[in-house]
């Protein structure tokens, strides 16, 4: 079995960690080695939410066998990797004191609104995504945007589209990755010699796609070890 690093320790990298420890109690029984897997991320979960990943949003000098790269927006950035198809846009949504301790989802005509009792007495209200060549949207549009939605979808809860009206406690700005032209990269490479698998670019969906992604990874994890002979 293989030494396996993963670098990012968002919903991707974990979900890609908790598949591959799965799939090692399932080997066990058939008496495979374990591999050994190593998780390097910046951020970890507890950590504050900041700009420069993702995760905690939703309501290398490696010298392993094989690195794999969850590392989100920063794909964008890391040297050897540079994608130039990772475009960061901004997503925003509000943090406000409301009773509501539902969840409410709306896709479909028009933008796609999410609300989310968080029972503590707060929901999220989101959201708006803008691309960052258009420039920033003043706040205050947003909130407009934002109360008016929630209104008209669940007027029981928000039962006016004045912003005035509402606790507003936090406005957060979110980080997702979009790969538009290509979509979400799940994909073996080698790079001077280094064994790569890339499982980023999930964009607004990467809670949802989390499994599939890890399972894709395992494939191809399983598909390069019937290739190679690795030292155990
Ligand atoms: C407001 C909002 C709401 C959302 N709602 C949903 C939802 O309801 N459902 C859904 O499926 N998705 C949702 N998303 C999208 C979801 O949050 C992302 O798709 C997902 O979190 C991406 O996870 P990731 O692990 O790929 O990347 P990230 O969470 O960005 O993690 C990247 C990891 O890589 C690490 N890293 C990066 N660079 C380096 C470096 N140089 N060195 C070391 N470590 C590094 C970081 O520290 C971090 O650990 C939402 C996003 C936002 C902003």
Same mark, same amino acid.
């Given at each position: 079995m293989a030494k396996i690093t993963i670098l990012g320790a968002g919903i991707t990298g974990l979900s890609i960690a908790t598949i591959l420890i799965q799939q090692q109690s399932r080997d066990r029984s058939r008496s495979r080695p374990p591999h050994t897997i190593t998780i390097l991320a910046r951020d970890l979960p507890g950590d504050e939410p900041s700009q420069r990943w993702a995760s905690p949003w939703a309501c290398a000098g490696w010298g392993h066998d094989v690195l794999i790269n969850a590392s989100g927006i920063a794909s964008a950035t890391l040297e050897d990797v540079k994608d130039s198809q990772l475009i960061v846009d901004r997503t925003h949504v509000v943090l406000v004191k409301s009773k509501f301790d539902g969840g409410y989802v709306h896709r479909g005509p028009g933008p796609y609104t999410y609300i989310f009792g968080r029972g503590d007495g707060t929901a999220v209200v989101g959201g708006v995504s803008e691309m960052p060549q258009n420039g920033p949207t003043p706040e205050s549009q947003i909130h407009q945007d934002l109360f008016r939605r929630a209104f008209e979808h669940l007027p029981q809860h928000f039962p006016s589209p004045d912003p005035a009206n509402y606790e507003i406690i936090e406005h957060l700005e979110g980080p997702p990755a979009l790969r538009p032209a290509t979509g979400v990269r799940v994909e073996r490479v080698e790079i001077n010699g280094q064994k790569i698998i890339h499982a980023y670019g =999930? =964009?607004?969906?990467g809670y949802i796609l989390s499994f599939g992604l890890g399972l894709e990874v395992a494939r191809l994890l399983e598909e390069d070890e019937m290739k190679m002979d690795v030292p155990n």
């Amino acid at each position: 079995m293989a030494k396996i690093t993963i670098l990012g320790a968002g919903i991707t990298g974990l979900s890609i960690a908790t598949i591959l420890i799965q799939q090692q109690s399932r080997d066990r029984s058939r008496s495979r080695p374990p591999h050994t897997i190593t998780i390097l991320a910046r951020d970890l979960p507890g950590d504050e939410p900041s700009q420069r990943w993702a995760s905690p949003w939703a309501c290398a000098g490696w010298g392993h066998d094989v690195l794999i790269n969850a590392s989100g927006i920063a794909s964008a950035t890391l040297e050897d990797v540079k994608d130039s198809q990772l475009i960061v846009d901004r997503t925003h949504v509000v943090l406000v004191k409301s009773k509501f301790d539902g969840g409410y989802v709306h896709r479909g005509p028009g933008p796609y609104t999410y609300i989310f009792g968080r029972g503590d007495g707060t929901a999220v209200v989101g959201g708006v995504s803008e691309m960052p060549q258009n420039g920033p949207t003043p706040e205050s549009q947003i909130h407009q945007d934002l109360f008016r939605r929630a209104f008209e979808h669940l007027p029981q809860h928000f039962p006016s589209p004045d912003p005035a009206n509402y606790e507003i406690i936090e406005h957060l700005e979110g980080p997702p990755a979009l790969r538009p032209a290509t979509g979400v990269r799940v994909e073996r490479v080698e790079i001077n010699g280094q064994k790569i698998i890339h499982a980023y670019g =999930t =964009t607004i969906g990467g809670y949802i796609l989390s499994f599939g992604l890890g399972l894709e990874v395992a494939r191809l994890l399983e598909e390069d070890e019937m290739k190679m002979d690795v030292p155990n």
